[in-house]
């Protein structure tokens, strides 16, 4: 057979996920892509990627995208446009902008946006504008506040052994992630392990999801118990010499103390807490006691709990008591966030700031709308928003506040979208938006070790505007100013490059990308680990903490100290004696992909997961209509039997629109937005709620 050869281009997947994939995109004529594969030279990629992004014709090439900007008529929320021109939209918006600030100041003006793209230049342009107009800041909690203090208190550094050693480790711990699911090279490289030299594949999580279903060791405990099992695992390496107390001396700041505090921390205190049986804790404490080439690939999961940051210093402390960070194929990830040191000056407007303009919290967008004080800290209302790259009216916590806030009338919204999302549905003007293959960006792997280049493939639908060229033209609108405005994002990526020491575009758009990784002594904290007596911190002064971030805001609750099970989860309770975590869908990337047909097919339908002994004890047949609530609302969907998951937990997979579920309530309603410890964060796993049979009347 002679199969034609279509040409493939190099670009990199822009979508919020650890893998930030190398791809390799068939470009066919009249600018249409055919399939994307992972690209075999990037070596995290290795040549693996997601279906859903393989499939990525769907996505750009479908029937609904916008094209054209759109004014609402009739009510928030009618679902009824005129169709506007480009100018018509941007003026009105600019004028509605001028207005707020006439009336009630810059900070009634809030720019809102978060990683819908990951592209440097296209996702935090909108920074500079808010720095250039001292507009409120966006003070960014989903995802960041929760999960990365907890292990920068022990390391002190946001960065990791190379992600690509999973492929040289004797047993690759995956403790709250779900892989398969949502970062699926860590499967590669944790494979390849097993494979070629016979390792262990532990997997730590709250339900036998699909990453679970390839472990050699499942520990499936109470969502939140993390923390106790990992001091129990520590009392046990202490208990039975396993713990590298040579290496403790040498790199750790009170391993004496910690072992005296942890002797209470017993296996039966943790099998109470988190479910499984001390057999359970023992046999992983043995696996990973006798076995140095030990990686801790640590997620998201375990750290969406109010409880988060504590639980993850908690499971990084085990690899300093195993003194797994000074074997190739040993030590504990989180994320590279540190490696990449980027000067992000010109795309953040980072030299324009003004430090007493107000940060308002991503999570509370709910109560910010609807003018709760505290949110607000202390400030006036905001009276208008620019929304980009995000659907907090589907994605954020307390979604009845959220859309209590959005349907005022006094609150204008721009909503910058590819799709009708939930939140496009409730703005005053829409634009839409390119996508990545449509225009040029510049990206970096949270969860890898690389610099990586996206180039415009294929020319954007007609009306279809770059999240750059909306930022420039409001800009212009407003009278903003900044040498960022002006430059062309190639221009932008050029100098970001060469003011990080990361060499200049030229170079990139020939090589495609730069591997970052620091040498092997740095990145396993083989010279000290980054605290100025170079020793890993087993008991946290949090309040010293270096967040890389706007934070921390507060005040907030006292933490323990030390490693420790820290009790402040929305426990059960009599009226709501269920604890619910709403994971992560294979085929949707939160609410990405919910419009794509493939998708939606594969997913089905809203649905909660529950074990077969509960669903009897509350008169709930398989596939069922049921109504799961809290004090925060209610929301219809179907029950799901399922025995892989401990009694009195429920499981909610994906954010579907909140159109799927019967009564326009999506799973963000029972969620919420009180600021978790140390720095704030939503805690999506953490809920407790009722569940009953939905009963028609
Ligand atoms: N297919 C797909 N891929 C995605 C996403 C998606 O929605 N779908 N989202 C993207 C984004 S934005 C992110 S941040 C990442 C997140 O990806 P992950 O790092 O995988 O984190 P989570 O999505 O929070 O959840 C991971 C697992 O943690 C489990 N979990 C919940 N509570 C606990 C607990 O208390 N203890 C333990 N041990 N486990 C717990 C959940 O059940 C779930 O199986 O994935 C990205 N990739
Ligand atoms: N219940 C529950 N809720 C959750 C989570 C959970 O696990 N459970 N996970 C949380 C997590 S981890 C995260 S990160 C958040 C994510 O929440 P969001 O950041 O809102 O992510 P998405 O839902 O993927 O929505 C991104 C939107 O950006 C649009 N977009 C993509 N590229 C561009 C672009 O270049 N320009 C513009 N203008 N728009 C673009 C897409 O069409 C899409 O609608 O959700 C959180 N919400
Ligand atoms: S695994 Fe993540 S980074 Fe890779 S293609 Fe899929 S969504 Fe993109
Ligand atoms: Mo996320």
New binding site residues.
């Given amino acids: 057979m002679n199969k034609q050869i279509i040409p493939r281009h190099f670009s990199t997947?822009p979508?919020d996920?650890p893998?930030?994939?190398a791809l390799d995109v068939e470009v066919l004529p009249h600018n249409k892509i055919g399939r994307i594969y992972g690209s075999e030279k990037q070596t995290y990629t290795a040549g693996v990627?997601?279906a859903?992004?393989a499939r990525y014709a769907e996505r750009i090439h479908h029937k609904d995208r916008l094209t054209k900007p759109l004014l609402r008529k009739g009510e928030k929320g009618s679902g009824q446009w005129h169709e506007i021109s480009w100018d018509e939209a941007l003026d009105l918006t600019a004028e509605a902008f001028k207005k707020a600030e006439t009336a009630y100041g810059s900070e009634s003006i809030w720019p809102y946006y978060y990683a819908g793209t990951m592209g440097l230049v296209m996702r935090d342009g909108i920074n500079r504008l808010r720095h250039a107009m001292k507009y409120s800041g966006f003070y960014s909690t989903i995802c960041v506040t929760l999960a990365r203090p907890g292990y920068i208190a022990g390391t002190g550094l946001l960065a990791g052994p190379d992600p690509r050693e999973m492929a040289k480790s004797d047993c690759v711990v995956i403790w709250g992630t779900n892989a398969v699911a949502t970062?699926?090279?860590v499967m590669t490289h944790a494979m390849r392990a097993r494979k070629e030299r016979g390792a262990k594949i532990v997997v730590i999580d709250i339900y036998q999801n699909a990453t679970m279903q390839q472990a050699d060791l499942a520990l499936c405990l109470k969502p939140g118990s993390d923390g106790a099992l990992a001091c129990a695992v520590m009392h046990i390496l202490f208990r039975d010499n396993l713990a590298d107390r040579d290496y403790l001396e040498r790199f750790s700041d009170c391993p004496n103390e910690l072992e005296a505090y942890l002797k209470s921390r017993t296996p039966e205190w943790a099998s109470a807490i988190t479910g499984l049986t001390t057999d359970e804790i023992e046999h992983f404490a043995k696996l990973i006691g006798t076995t140095k080439k030990t990686f801790f690939r640590l997620g998201y999961g375990f750290t969406r709990q109010r409880n988060g940051s504590v639980a993850i210093h908690a499971a990084t402390s085990i690899a300093t008591v195993l003194g797994c960070w000074q074997y190739e194929g040993g030590g504990a990830f989180h994320n590279n966030g540190a490696i990449y040191h980027l000067n992000k000056t010109m795309i953040d407007g980072l030299d324009v700031i003004d430090p007493t303009i107000r940060m308002l919290d991503q999570s509370q967008i709910g109560r910010i709308l609807t003018g709760d004080t505290q949110a607000l800290r202390g400030g006036g209302p905001v009276k208008a928003m620019l929304i980009q790259s995000t659907n907090p009216v589907s994605v954020s916590p307390e979604q009845e506040l959220v859309k209590k806030g959005f349907v005022r009338d006094d609150l204008f919204t721009v909503v910058h979208e590819q799709f009708m999302t939930d939140t496009a549905k409730m703005a005053d003007v829409i634009l839409p938006a390119t996508m990545f293959l449509e225009h040029d960006d510049l990206y970096y792997g949270g969860g890898q070790q690389y610099l990586s280049y996206g180039k415009k493939l294929v020319e954007a639908p007609e009306g279809c505007k770059s999240n750059h060229e909306v930022i420039c033209a409001l800009a212009k609108r407003l009278g903003a100013e900044h040498a960022g405005f002006s430059m062309s994002p190639r221009a932008m990526i050029d100098w970001t490059l060469q003011n990080s020491g990361w060499g200049s575009l030229d170079q990139l758009a020939k090589d495609d990308l730069i591997d970052c990784q620091p040498d092997f002594e740095t990145a396993h904290y083989l010279k000290g680990f980054n605290w100025p007596d170079g020793k890993y911190r087993f008991k946290v002064d949090w309040s010293q903490v270096p967040l890389a971030n706007d934070g921390p805001m507060g005040p907030f609750a006292d933490l323990p100290t030390l490693p420790d099970h820290w009790n402040v989860l929305e426990s059960a309770t009599k009226d709501y004696p269920f604890r619910l975590a709403t994971s992560p869908s294979r085929q949707f990337?939160n609410s990405t992909f919910t419009e794509t047909e493939s998708s939606i097919k594969r997913e089905g339908r809203p649905t909660v997961m529950i074990h077969p002994l509960d669903a009897a004890k509350m008169n709930i047949q398989e596939g069922d209509e049921v109504e799961l609530s809290n004090e925060r609302g209610a929301v219809r969907l179907h029950a799901h039997y399922f025995e892989g998951l401990q009694q009195g937990v429920l499981i909610a997979e994906g954010i579907w629109p909140n159109s799927a579920h019967p009564d326009g309530r999506g799973i963000n309603t029972l969620t919420g937005a009180d600021q978790a410890a140390p720095f704030g964060g939503a805690a999506f796993h953490d809920n407790h709620v009722a569940i009953r049979p939905y009963l028609q009347h």
Wanted: glycine share 0%; proline share 0%.
């Fill in positions: 997947c979508h996920c893998s930030a994939c990627i997601c859903k992004v970062q699926v090279n990337l």
